[in-house]
Structures are given as structure tokens and as C-alpha cells.
């Protein structure tokens, strides 16, 4: 999880996140046909993206949505680093490893993939 790295069915060639023991291609759930695909290099695109203002973040709102890899699997995903209005539906991605959350009892950093702008 934390590599970014999903599953490839080399038996239909569907890609996914995260891997499991089972293709989610349609037509054919193949089973134990999975290979490492790594996607943290992949560049990606916005397909559909939301604002909530009612979630707790530290900069509100919060934007997440689906994001499409190029090649294939797709994920759910936060994103950063828009400015203004430049998030929108086809914006090209790249994913960052940031912090996610931050634990101030414990003083802990949780860390995750979030998706931001290509440059």
C-alpha cells in the first residue's frame, strides 16, 4: 500500500488498486494471476473530484475524488496543490507521498499517496 503498488492480471492484462488474490476485470475474475505494478510513476487524470467543507482539514475544504492511471486502475485518492479553480475533470496527475494526518497526542505523522498537479 504504502509503495502505490497495485496488481496486473497477466491473464487479461487489467490493472488494479489495490491488489488482491482476484482480477476485477468483468469478464474473467481470474484467481492468483496477479504481478506487482507499480504506480507511483504512472501519470494519471482526474475523472471526478468534490469539495467537502465539512470534513475537519487544516486548509478546508478538501478535495478527493476518482483518478484514472494511464494504461489502467484507478483509485480513489485527496488531492493537493490545486490553485483556484485548476482541479478539474481530465486535469493530468501525478501522485506525491505527503502527510496524511497528523496525531498530536502521540506526535505521530501518517503519511499516504495523494494526487496533485503534473508539471
Not at 481470474?30 to 467543507?53: F, H, I, N, R, S
Not at 493537493?80 to 479553480?85: I, R, S
Request: aromatic share 14%; proline share 6%; hydrophobic share 40%.
Amino acid at each position: 500500500m504504502l509503495g502505490l503498488v497495485g496488481g496486473r492480471c497477466t491473464k487479461t492484462g487489467t490493472v488494479q488498486f489495490p491488489k488482491s488474490e482476484v482480477s476485477v476485470n468483468a469478464n474473467d475474475h481470474a484467481v492468483g494471476t496477479q504481478e506487482d505494478y507499480p504506480l507511483a510513476e504512472v501519470p494519471a487524470k482526474v475523472m471526478t473530484w468534490t469539495a467537502d467543507a465539512l470534513t475537519y482539514s487544516p486548509d478546508p475544504p478538501s478535495y478527493y475524488g476518482n483518478i484514472d492511471f494511464v494504461g489502467g486502475g484507478r483509485m480513489m485518492a485527496e488531492f493537493t496543490d490545486f490553485a483556484g479553480d485548476a482541479l478539474d475533470v481530465g486535469a493530468d496527475l501525478r501522485m506525491m507521498f505527503r502527510i496524511k494526518a497528523f496525531d498530536e497526542n502521540r506526535g505521530f505523522r501518517r503519511y499516504f499517496w495523494k494526487a496533485a498537479p503534473a508539471f
